[in-house]
């Protein structure tokens, strides 16, 4: 059964680092998402892509993050300058068109020391 | 979005059916409703949705209430692997951009009891 998959599992920088996670969504999906989990609190929606371009974003998704979709199979999040309120669960999620169910990846664990 | 009322916490002993109820009771005509569910700190997986029919699939069963206001998503032989927080939420089927995210609460924190 085709599955997000997300890299690295966990990851751990420094402040004001720059780090890049990266997903592989399902094959065929056309949308593509964002979510964070800070340890203990909801799952957070974060940003959503779609042909291309960031179709819709929450507060959460400042001037610090950026979304790309360098090829045909990866989706990354890139946040230029961690802090430590960073440290969180990333979830990666695809979706087909048409249907409104989204795929999430395992995660990234992200620690800001 | 309608917001969703699930209780925090249930226990279910192994084997026997778990019905997790959700209340929406301001879902408007064109929303669905979704369960996902997450075990422990794991991403959210998609479990069952749907508009006003009951729908099952291998996973679960949901049954919405004839005014549509709740809903209760059955596990008919609840195992410990289904320990897990669920979540039901209700969202538009079409919101014109597509963009669907999802809005998660704290959802029903499921112990499957040996």
């Known amino acids: 059964e085709p599955e997000v998959t997300q890299t690295p599992s966990h990851q751990v920088t420094q402040m004001g680092q720059e780090v890049i996670l990266r997903c592989v969504p399902i094959?065929?999906?056309?949308?593509f998402y964002w979510y964070r989990q800070i340890l203990g609190q909801k799952v957070e929606f974060l940003v959503s892509?779609?042909?291309?371009?960031?179709?819709?974003k929450s507060e959460i998704f400042d001037d610090q993050f950026s979304v790309e979709r360098p090829d045909g199979s990866n989706f990354t999040l890139k946040i230029r300058s961690t802090k430590l309120e960073d440290s969180a669960m990333y979830f990666c999620?695809?979706?087909?068109?048409?249907?409104?169910?989204?795929?999430f990846g395992p995660g990234t664990r992200l620690t800001v020391t | 979005d309608a917001k969703t009322t699930q209780p925090p916490s249930m226990d279910c002993a192994e084997g026997r059916a778990a019905n997790l109820p959700c209340n929406h009771s301001?879902?408007?005509?064109?929303?669905?409703v979704y369960w996902y569910r997450q075990i422990h700190s794991q991403g959210p997986q998609y479990i069952i949705h749907g508009l006003k029919n009951n729908e099952t699939n291998e996973m679960a069963s949901l049954i919405i209430t004839e005014d549509r206001k709740s809903s209760t998503l059955i596990l008919p032989h609840a195992t410990l692997r289904d320990t897990a927080v669920y979540y039901c939420i209700v969202r538009a089927a079409y919101s014109g951009a597509g963009s669907y995210q999802l809005t998660f609460g704290k959802g029903t924190k499921l112990s499957v009891i040996p």
């Open positions: 094959s065929n999906h056309l949308y």
């Open positions: 892509f779609y042909n291309n371009e960031i179709s819709e």
């Open positions: 301001t879902i408007s005509g064109n929303e669905y």
């Open positions: 999620a695809s979706r087909l068109a048409g249907l409104a169910e989204q795929y």
